[in-house]
């Protein structure tokens, strides 16, 4: 299952937000109908309308064909947040042993039911005067949540999520088995590479 090993690809940051933090609780509590965590930083409370698979960047980055236009994702320095249907995180462990992942260790982080998510700044899509602004004019600091792919006000977030009832390609949603199988081999390729890295352990 290991494959051939590719080379290490980086991650684009996405635009740089704007507002403050009220703003930000403002929009996702009311714009996109997410509840928060009171208090700072602003967090967000997975497995009520999604969880979240947090994976290295490059898995993420690898995965993105597998996700639909509308699925949001989130970067925070060298991990990816990916957006999965709620009750995904309850599921994983069954389904990684399912497509025979179940033995290794690898580097997948799931937040369901009960998990919090470092809350990105809402995305500035938009300058005071209104106007559009440039894709990529400015960016978050280096590390810093940021939005790759940003939730979309007036959206049911659900429909966009992947999810195993979207398995085989039925229903428009994208499919999480799919989409934990090609995370699970980057994760698996990412795991032999810093193994053939440590002196002797390809010998």
């Known amino acids: 299952m ?17 507002g403050s933090a009220g703003d930000a609780r403002r929009w996702y509590e009311n714009e996109l109908g997410w509840p928060t965590v009171p208090g700072e930083p602003l967090r967000l ?21 597998r996700l639909g236009p509308g699925s949001p994702v989130a970067v925070r320095g ?8 709620a009750g995904s995180a309850e599921e994983l ?13 690898l580097d997948v982080v799931a937040l369901g039911a009960g998990g919090r998510m470092t ?14 602004l440039p894709p990529g004019r400015s ?19 659900e429909t966009s ?3 195993l009832s979207a398995m085989g390609g039925l229903g428009g949603a994208p ?20 193994l053939c890295a440590q002196p002797l352990a390809c010998s």
């Open 93 to 105: 462990p069954g389904l990684l042993r399912w497509l025979e992942w179940g033995a290794l260790a």
């Open 119 to 132: 809350a990105p700044p809402p995305p500035r899509l938009r300058s005071d005067e209104g106007r559009e």
């Open 2 to 18: 290991a494959g051939t090993v590719s080379s290490v690809t980086s991650v684009p940051l996405p635009p740089r937000p704007s």
């Open 45 to 65: 409370v997975t497995g009520v309308r999604f969880d979240v698979l947090d994976v290295p960047a490059e898995a993420g980055r690898a995965a993105l064909t």
């Open 175 to 194: 499919d999480l088995v799919r989409l934990v199988d090609t995370v699970a081999a980057h994760c698996h390729r990412i795991r032999l590479r810093r």
């Open 161 to 163: 999520l992947p999810t």
């Open 78 to 85: 060298g991990r990816m947040r990916l957006l999965v249907a």
């Open 139 to 157: 960016r978050p600091l280096q590390g810093a949540a940021g939005w790759l792919r940003p939730p979309e006000p007036g959206c049911e977030v």
